[in-house]
């Protein structure tokens, strides 16, 4: 190091001059001096800082450390997961949002955590909802909910309806995201039990999905809950009640 | 029991399960937190209010669109 450090002063520099108008600290004689240097920038480093290991600022180490806290989020690799499956299940455009959510979520995390001093989300405390607002909302949800159970399943009409609903409560969550309501500090043991169920739902939903004959066979022995809702949403009543309840539950999540 | 109606039970047994948490939750001093609870926490972050979300958008267009 001390060699480094001559060659960058053009040799011959007496070292130990050097040091003491530096200021630096040192131990021992003229040639055993071990000084302490500052830390060589990232261009000597190649990125990589020799002493601590971690990546240097603005190095491309770096970004690919982001990178990969962004992918370490287990919601990003839930909904990874869940798109692969579902692409494979015979569903191209449910796996498609999923993997592109996933991926665009990771992104998010991932400049978040380079730039730290960005402007992120900060909720903040929101008065509560007139109870007129409610009301129409739900007549609302009521109303379109009927009419949209009305065409076929799985024909476009039925598609676009719910795309555009979807479309709109995602708009109204982004607006709200600004505002939540006050809740209970969180109590980790009733947080975990709410998670197991979770948990339970969706193995035991993939373990009927490996049982079947294939992903876009569905099984009488092994049925997933698409093949027990079919008989309930093969009729028109049923798809609207169905899809009432979906969009309340959309309002419900807009609301938190 | 055949396969599906072990299939069903197992279905039954978690929703009930779930609807048991939800009712044990309303008593005073519960340490289970509520549905809504769990999800407003869960939606206090980026990460969590994105998931939440698009698992609900998923949900519908799984069901009904094609």
Redesign the interface.
Same mark, same amino acid.
């Given at each position: 190091m001390l060699r480094r450090f001559r060659e960058r002063l053009h040799l011959g520099v007496d070292a130990a001059a050097v040091v003491r108008r530096a200021g630096l600290p040192r131990a021992g004689g003229l040639w055993q001096t071990r000084v302490v240097l500052p830390r060589p920038r990232s261009a000597l480093s190649h990125g990589v800082d020799p002493v601590t290991g971690r990546a240097a600022a603005g190095s491309c180490t770096e970004e690919g450390a982001s990178r990969r806290v962004g992918f370490t989020n287990p919601v990003v690799g839930i909904l990874l997961l869940a798109g692969l499956f579902d692409g494979l299940s015979g569903n191209p455009m449910g796996g498609l949002l999923l993997v592109t959510v996933g991926v665009g979520l990771a992104r998010s995390r991932a400049e978040a955590v380079s730039n730290p001093d960005a402007g992120g989300f900060t909720p903040r405390l929101r008065r509560p909802v007139p109870w007129t607002r409610t009301w129409t909302a739900g007549c609302v949800i009521g109303g379109y909910g009927a009419l949209a159970g009305t065409p076929a399943r799985f024909s476009w009409p039925a598609t676009a309806a719910v795309s555009v609903a979807g479309v709109a409560v995602l708009v109204l969550a982004g607006r709200s995201a600004a505002r939540y309501r006050a809740v209970p500090p969180a109590r980790p043991a009733g947080s975990a039990a709410w998670a197991a169920v979770f948990v339970g739902i969706a193995l035991w939903e993939l373990v009927n999905l490996l049982l079947q004959p294939s992903f876009t066979t569905g099984s009488y022995d092994h049925p997933t809950l698409s093949v027990l809702a079919d008989p309930m949403l093969a009729s028109t009543a049923g798809r609207s009640a169905a899809l009432t309840a979906w969009l309340g539950a959309g309002w419900y999540l807009v609301d938190r | 029991m055949?396969?599906?109606q072990a299939?069903?039970a197992?279905?039954a047994f978690?929703a009930a399960? @779930?609807v048991a948490?939800q009712v044990l $939750?309303r008593r005073a001093g519960?340490?289970?937190?509520s &549905?809504?609870?769990? *999800? @407003?926490?869960a939606?206090?972050?980026? $990460?969590?209010?994105?998931?939440?979300?698009?698992?609900? &958008?998923?949900?519908? *267009?799984?069901?009904?669109?094609?």
């Open positions: - | 055949n396969s599906r299939a069903v197992v279905y978690l399960a @779930g948490l $939750s519960s340490p289970i937190p &549905l809504g609870a769990v *999800l @407003g926490r939606m206090r972050t980026r $990460s969590g209010r994105v998931g939440v979300l698009a698992g609900w &958008l998923w949900l519908g *267009l799984h069901f009904f669109a094609r």
